[in-house]
């Protein structure tokens, strides 16, 4: 079974720095992509950013500039730096992984990649 550690959320003040954390771990072949999510009260979820194995990324065009993802491929872990906080950034952070599940370096379990996603994580960013 795969599961997700998020860590990191909490208060900060407008202007301030965040750095959230995810750490998958359990029977992981491989990681495909890891990204953040987040939803504010009576909005969608929405992409923040992701980073795939490579090291690609994608942000949101609302964090450009402001937040930076990176990852850790050995420790299974994405980080998130939030910079240059604004209260509209107040939010439930979800962290998302795509993933197969098998022994690592021998074998996976499935062809295509599953999804699994954190319980969430609150920042809130006060003026």
């Known amino acids: 079974q795969v599961q997700l550690a998020e860590s990191g959320g909490g208060l900060v003040q407008v202007g301030g720095s965040l750095r959230l954390s995810c750490a998958a771990s359990?029977?992981?072949?491989?990681?495909?992509?890891m990204g953040w999510y987040r939803q504010a009260p009576g909005k969608q979820r929405e992409l923040v950013a992701s980073?795939?194995?490579?090291?690609?990324?994608n942000y949101a065009d609302f964090v450009k500039g402001r937040f930076t993802i990176s990852g850790d491929n050995a420790k299974n872990t994405a980080y998130l730096q939030m910079n240059a906080a604004k209260p509209e950034d107040t939010a439930v952070y979800y962290c998302?992984?795509?993933?197969?599940?098998?022994?690592?370096?021998?074998?996976?379990?499935?062809?295509?990649?599953?999804?699994?996603w954190g319980q969430g994580t609150l920042v809130t960013v006060s003026s």
């Open positions: 998302n992984v795509r993933y197969r599940p098998g022994i690592a370096r021998v074998a996976p379990f499935t062809t295509e990649p599953l999804e699994l």
């Open positions: 359990g029977r992981i072949f491989d990681i495909n992509t």
């Open positions: 980073i795939t194995s490579d090291g690609a990324t």
